[in-house]
C-alpha cells in the first residue's frame, strides 16, 4: 500500500531551502469565520491562494492589526488581501466588503446554493483551479476551522470526508485536525517544536476492524475503534515518526504549541 506522509512544517516560517522531513506540497489558505489563530501570518506566508469565506473577511480585517499592533493597521489590511472572497455572503460587514472590493478583490456570492457550507464551496473553488495531476500536492489549510459552534465544526470535518482524497488540515489555535485515508499507509512526522504531545485517532465516519500503529505512548496493535467503545483519545507522541495503519478512515489530531 502507497504511503502518504504528513508533516507541521506550515507552522513554522518557510525555510529558504526546501525542509527534507515531509512532502513538499503547494499550499492554499481558507479563513472561515471564527477567531484568528496568533500563527495566521506564518500559514499566510506559505500559502500561494488566499481565499476568505465570507464572514472569514471580518476576522482577518479586525484581527491582523491586533497581530501587528506597532504597526498602521490600515497597511495591514491591504498586505493581507485575499485572492477571493466567496460564501453566501450573510456574513462580511458592509464596510469589509467594501474596503476589498475597493483593493480589487473578486467577491462572488454564491448563496443559491444552500446545500453545502462556506467551507465546501472554498475548497470546490481551489480543486477547480488546480489541474488534476497537481491535487497529489496541494494541501488547503483551513483558519478558524475550529470552535464556536459544534455543527459548523461537524460541516467542516464532513469536508474532510467529501474531500478525502485532497489533503486538508483544520485548524486552531490549539490543535489540527485532518483525515487519514484507509487507501494509504501513514507516516507522520513530528516538529516537537510546534506540536504535541498530546494526540488522537477518531473513527468518526465508520468503525475500524483493525488499526496499528507505531510511535505512541499507547500504541494500537490491529486494534478495534468505534465510538461506543475504544477510540485513541489523549494519546502522547513518543517518537519523531508515527506510522498509522487502518482498514478506515481515521482522523488525526495534534496539539499546537502555544510559544512557537
Not at 513538499?24 to 500559514?43: D, G, H, I, K, S
Not at 489590511?77 to 477571493?84: A, H, M, S, T, V
Not at 502522547?236 to 487502518?246: F, P
Request: proline letters at 6%; charged letters at 20%.
Amino acid at each position: 500500500m502507497e504511503v502518504m506522509r504528513h508533516a507541521s512544517t506550515f507552522l513554522r516560517p518557510p525555510p529558504l531551502t526546501p525542509a527534507a522531513d515531509g512532502p513538499q506540497l503547494t499550499y492554499a489558505l481558507v479563513v472561515l469565520n471564527q477567531r484568528l489563530p496568533w500563527f495566521a501570518p506564518v500559514l499566510w506566508s506559505h500559502a500561494t491562494l488566499r481565499v476568505f469565506a465570507d464572514g472569514g473577511a471580518n476576522r482577518v480585517y479586525d484581527g491582523m492589526p491586533r497581530l501587528f499592533p506597532e504597526q498602521d493597521p490600515l497597511e495591514v489590511r491591504r498586505r493581507y488581501k485575499p485572492d477571493l472572497i466567496r460564501g453566501d455572503m450573510d456574513s462580511i460587514r458592509a464596510e469589509v466588503k467594501e474596503f476589498y472590493s475597493n483593493l480589487g478583490v473578486k467577491i462572488e456570492d454564491v448563496s443559491y446554493d444552500q446545500d453545502t457550507t462556506d467551507l465546501h464551496k472554498c475548497v470546490t473553488f481551489i480543486c477547480d483551479l488546480t489541474p488534476k495531476m497537481d491535487r497529489s500536492n496541494l494541501c488547503i489549510l483551513v483558519s478558524g476551522a475550529l470552535g464556536g459552534r459544534f455543527d459548523h465544526e461537524a460541516g467542516n470535518i464532513n469536508v474532510l470526508y467529501k474531500f478525502s482524497n485532497i489533503r486538508i488540515v483544520l485548524l486552531s489555535d490549539d490543535c489540527l485536525i485532518q483525515l487519514l485515508p484507509r487507501t494509504h499507509c501513514h507516516e507522520i512526522h513530528i516538529q516537537s517544536s510546534v506540536v504535541g504531545p498530546h494526540c488522537g485517532l477518531i473513527p468518526l465516519g465508520a468503525p475500524s476492524a483493525s488499526t496499528t500503529t507505531t510511535g505512541l505512548q499507547w500504541d494500537l496493535t490491529n486494534t478495534r475503534m468505534s465510538f461506543g467503545s475504544l477510540i485513541s483519545t489523549s494519546n502522547i507522541v513518543r517518537e519523531e515518526r508515527i506510522t498509522v495503519h487502518s482498514d478506515s478512515d481515521l482522523l488525526w489530531t495534534i496539539s499546537i504549541k502555544k510559544d512557537i
